[in-house]
């Protein structure tokens, strides 16, 4: 635990924080910036086109499905972004397998099209697409804990703050995101990977699962059995099938000491192949880039967390995010300018890790200045609410990009030029590791670092037009350093660009419509890059 000398210093300083703001900022503004969203977040957008209007009204004379839950007939759907509202026939509400075979019947019978979705954080139209069908998943979420077999069968509505619910104490997630938000149907079609640079990505976790087709049949899929459709849904973005149900391998919940390190960003290739991945003990790890004006990606927090023995401990309840409108102040001010941003930057080098929570004890403590001591589903236990808000002319936007390991400092060099030329709002930039995988569209077809960008943007024409500009850009530095782009976001990229990243796009497409013959899967992205 940390002493409290260290603890009043750092109340101290998060006190002259607090007062400086409020001398630079009204406190209405500052209310404005912390306000909790009120619902779904509704943003001030710049009008699009409407795309289809007069197949959408056919579409919408049919007469809906019986023996099914809608929770919405006809009007509009988004996603995370905002930015992507879309009309639809309507959104089913899954409660059992019964509901998926009823509605893709119901599909095919009248030329619908289907999409599935969980919580829609998938920004390039991966979850709706003009016309069609959505199967909303959130409800058909149970969850059973195998202890023999050391793993969980889920549905795909499942959360993973959910799951880790069911599996603390004794057991942890062994790969997924670095939050919790996110559905298990939704990730294993991203192949989504975390913090825990040993497991890899979530494929590796999959044990098996049970995948609905287009036809109504369901099919059991793995490494071992009908492979070839295991690596088409893993990774493939919804358009082969419906996932039923996942098998998972789970893993023991490590206690962890926690650690963080400054350094220079050129030297984390090195100091990642010649220490962290080495040592075994160390079991998540991920970086922070400065997004700071005076150190912009130059320096780098570096987070560890590594394994401590022993068979006394007191792993707490997980507990939920405390403090969400300072946290959520804290990210909306570092959307307003240079000195906010600099703030944001101190805060995280100086303050915040002299307040971080340490949920595990040992029977008996060894000294009053233990090191802080976590569980393996703490880190990970995290519901970003204070990402959300109520303001309707910007939102965040989420980019990845994932690098040969040798062109790190290179890409990163790229990077911060591309978002100075362009006055790009950074937000965050991480830095995690992905290993070789090898599902069909693969992002990484060898070991590769990570970078998550975290941006702002206005919703507004300019705004659009800007990321637009940027994410070109970030692409084709992507591309010149053989490199790949992560595909659930904003559907800026070229037809080019996609193939230029994904050689094996093609392929994928044609082996879409092998399983898929009609095209009765498909999604905005399919639309605009595959039909």
């Known amino acids: 635990m940390q002493k409290f000398s260290s603890k009043f210093k750092a109340g101290v300083s998060a006190v002259a924080v607090l007062a400086v703001l409020f001398g630079v900022y009204g406190f ?37 499905l019986k023996g099914v839950k809608w929770s919405q007939l006809g009007g509009a759907i988004n996603d ?12 089913v509400e899954v409660h059992s397998v019964d509901d998926i075979a009823k509605t893709l019947a119901f599909a095919r019978d009248n030329k619908l099209s289907v999409t599935t979705a969980g919580v829609r954080h998938s920004m390039g139209g991966q979850a709706f697409r003009n016309g069609g069908i959505v199967l909303d998943m959130r409800t058909f979420n149970r969850i059973v804990l195998n202890e023999a077999s050391r793993s969980v069968t889920v549905q795909p509505g499942a959360t993973w703050h959910d ?15 670095s939050t919790d938000i996110f559905t298990v149907g939704g990730s294993i079609s991203v192949n989504a990977h975390g913090m825990d640079h040993q497991a890899g990505a979530l494929a590796k976790s999959v044990k098996s699962m049970k995948v609905m087709l287009a036809d109504g049949t369901v099919k059991t899929v793995s490494s071992g059995e009908n492979r070839e459709l295991f690596d088409l849904v893993v990774g493939g973005y919804g358009l082969f099938g419906v996932i039923v149900e996942a098998e998972l391998d789970i893993a023991d919940n490590l206690v962890y000491q926690t650690g963080r390190r400054m350094l220079d960003y050129r030297e984390f290739p090195a100091l990642f192949a010649g220490e962290i991945d080495k040592d075994k003990n160390i079991g998540l790890m991920y970086g922070h880039l400065s997004t700071a004006p005076s150190s912009f990606l130059k320096e780098m927090l570096l987070y560890t967390y590594t394994r401590v023995d022993g068979s006394d401990f007191n792993r707490k309840p997980l507990g939920e995010v405390s403090g969400i409108k300072l946290r959520r102040l804290t990210v909306n001010l570092s959307k307003q300018g240079a000195l906010f941003q600099e703030m944001k930057w101190f805060s995280e080098k100086h303050i915040e890790h002299r307040m971080e929570n340490c ?17 393996r589903n703490d880190p990970m236990h995290d519901s970003v609410p204070y990402l959300r808000n109520a303001l309707p002319e910007d939102t965040d936007i989420l980019h990845e990009y994932f690098i040969p390991r040798s062109q790190f400092v290179s890409f990163v060099d790229g990077l911060r030029k591309i978002m100075t030329d362009n006055r790009t709002n950074l937000l965050n930039a991480s830095v995690r590791v992905v290993h070789q995988e090898k599902n069909f569209l693969t992002y990484s077809p060898e070991p590769a670092f990570s ?32 490199g790949r782009f992560f595909l659930p976001y904003q559907l800026y990229y070229s037809r080019e660009q996609l193939k230029q990243s994904y050689p094996q796009i093609d392929a994928f497409f044609a082996a879409k419509r092998k399983y898929d013959p009609d095209g009765m899967f498909t999604n905005t992205f399919y639309q605009k890059y595959g039909a």
């Open 163 to 177: 799951i880790q619910n069911a599996l603390h104490p004794r057991f942890a997630v062994r790969a997924m995101q």
């Open 451 to 482: 970078l998550v960008l975290y941006i702002n943007q206005a919703t507004d024409d300019e705004g659009n037009r800007q990321m637009k500009k940027t994410t070109e850009q970030l692409i084709d530095l992507t591309i010149a350093h053989k």
């Open 28 to 64: 209405r503004k500052l209310q404005a910036l912390a306000a909790d969203p009120d619902g779904e977040k509704n943003c001030r957008t710049a009008n699009s086109e409407d795309q289809g209007k007069a197949d959408l009204e056919k579409i919408k004379a049919i007469a809906p």
């Open 80 to 91: 995370a972004s905002c930015l992507n509202k879309t009309e639809i026939y309507g959104v």
């Open 359 to 375: 949920t595990v004890t040992r029977a008996q403590a060894i000294g009053s200045a233990e090191a802080c001591l976590v569980s």
